[in-house]
């Protein structure tokens, strides 16, 4: 353990003398000005404050809010393999989309682009008989990158589904070299419809366990543990049964509703701790053939690497300094020298010197899942005065307390109320997102950071989405009694592409969640995109060059000078 300590530290001071020497060699980024002009006429249409408390019937209580995710919220309706849903039109998994077969073209290829220009790509789906797809629905993810190693560059594209077997995607070209185009197939439309079917039937297979503590009749510890989930009527979650079946938690605040099978011996009162139970697969084979290789890489049709020169205008940088309410356009920004650049706003970098400066007398209150506690454990190896607090609770769920008394800095961690995938831990630590933000004063030295996702991917949307309405309540209410409060919210990452988690799961709460906090004045952090293109492999919890990035843009948020 001690020698695992010891390169830990090593890297850490390896990663931040290397990323310091990076950031010299970064070139004044002035050649993208229209796209940034663009934005900014975006983001200067409505102020942030006549935003806060817009839309206010998006605040319903009910779970059943008129805050529609399949629908009014574009979350799977931008899917539009409704049109012709594919487990109705294949036979034989060999109708499904094939990885080896399907193609991309980029359109209208030159020899020679400018910096700033557009390049556009065409992707055609076929199957595994080499036919072409006539419905949309696949799961693509696209980018851009350096194929020149040294420049570790790459920007994100956003996939057009054109409902017809083909897909459109145009990257920005923001850096001076070579670039290639990657286009992965994550999951084919056959296996979307399988994911959606069983999110929407059998929401149970992910189950959690509680467990039961107190006296017995000779005077011993009487323990008993018990299955746990969600209570709703719906969705497999009914199949934990009603009424004198189970112990019923509900939240007096928020409304979310829990239950457990009520143990044999010990009333429900006595309920202590709470961990992650297992998970039931139910994929039929033909459903486990469709969804047993995700995430395959695609072949070009022609020729995928351009070469990128300088543009001939001279142009300024338009981007304006990071406030409050800024959409997030696509791309938000590209890596170029394993440093992000942002097109949302003109970020800064941070040394561990003028993070320290940044957070000086602030009192930050991080919550969400183990991706946010991350940020919390970079800042407390950045930060060399920040000094942990040890609260004897379990590290995976907190919370965590973190204090630099010399220059006034309160670093706190927490994660989210169950649902919760995490070892044994006790029921009194899990708050919910909403009520610990009820509960604090907030102010011009007060942030709020949270994040939620990843532990809701086998739920009804609709369970999310309640979620995040009362979360959006208390983010009102907070702005409105106190409007100088820093609130910034992180997205969902990518990394997940199993039946469980995928990441098409992820990105229908990932829309939920951006569209229930574009116009409420905050701070949205876009993740999506600076996992989802980078080179290092997909992995849930990013490695340290990313969440520096992170780290960089977020600390922009609150010191944006």
Known sequence: MLIGMCLGILCYLIYW?????????????????????????????????????????????SPKSSFNPESGINSENDFKSQQARPDGLITNVSMSTSPAYS???????????????????????????????????????????????????SVFGEVMDLSNGSYSVCFLLPWVGRAQVAVRLIHSSEAVEVLKRHRETDSDRVFFNGYFEGPAPDGARLRET??????????????????????????????????????????????VYHSMGGYIDRLTGKEAILLSKPNQDINPGEKSIINIAHSKRNVTDERKKC????????????????????FVCSTRHFTPQTTTQCLKDKQIYMMGDSTMRQWFDFLLKTVPTLKQMDLHVPYQTGPLLAVDVENNIFLHWRSHGVPLRCLKTEVANLHYISNEIDDLAGGPRTVIAFNLGVHFTT??????????????????????????????????????????????????????????????????????QMTSCHYNKDNIHPGPIIIKNEIDVFLSFICPD
């Open 17 to 61: 003398s290397y990323m310091e020497s990076e950031r010299e060699r970064q070139p004044p980024y002035i050649f993208l000005a229209q796209h940034f002009a663009k934005l900014h006429a975006i983001n200067t249409s409505t102020s942030p404050a006549e935003n806060v408390l817009k839309n206010s019937s998006m605040e319903s209580d």
């Open 103 to 153: 193609t991309f073209i980029i359109q209208n290829l030159k020899d020679s682009y400018q910096i700033g220009e557009e390049l556009c790509v065409t992707i055609h789906a076929r199957d595994f008989n080499n036919k072409s797809k006539c419905y949309g629905g696949d799961f693509f993810q696209a980018k851009l990158f350096s194929s020149k190693n040294p420049q570790k560059a």
């Open 226 to 271: 018990v299955k746990c989930n969600v209570k709703w009527d719906k969705n497999g979650l009914e199949r934990m049964g009603s009424g004198d079946c189970c112990c019923e938690y509900k939240d007096s605040r928020t409304g979310e509703e829990w239950q457990c099978q009520r143990p044999k011996i010990l009333p429900c009162s006595a309920r």
């Open 323 to 342: 406030r409050p309410g800024l959409l997030t356009p696509v791309p938000s920004g590209f890596y170029l020298d394993d440093v992000w650049t942002s």
């Open 459 to 528: 739920f009804p949307l609709d369970i999310f989405t309640h979620r995040v309405l009362r979360i959006r309540k208390a983010v009102l209410d907070l702005l409105q009694r106190a409007p100088e409060t820093t609130v910034i919210i992180k997205t969902v990452n990518t990394g997940f592409k199993d039946a469980f988690s995928s990441d098409w799961y992820s990105l229908q709460l990932d829309r939920i969640l951006r569209q229930a906090f574009q116009d409420v004045g905050v701070y949205i952090l876009d993740v999506w």
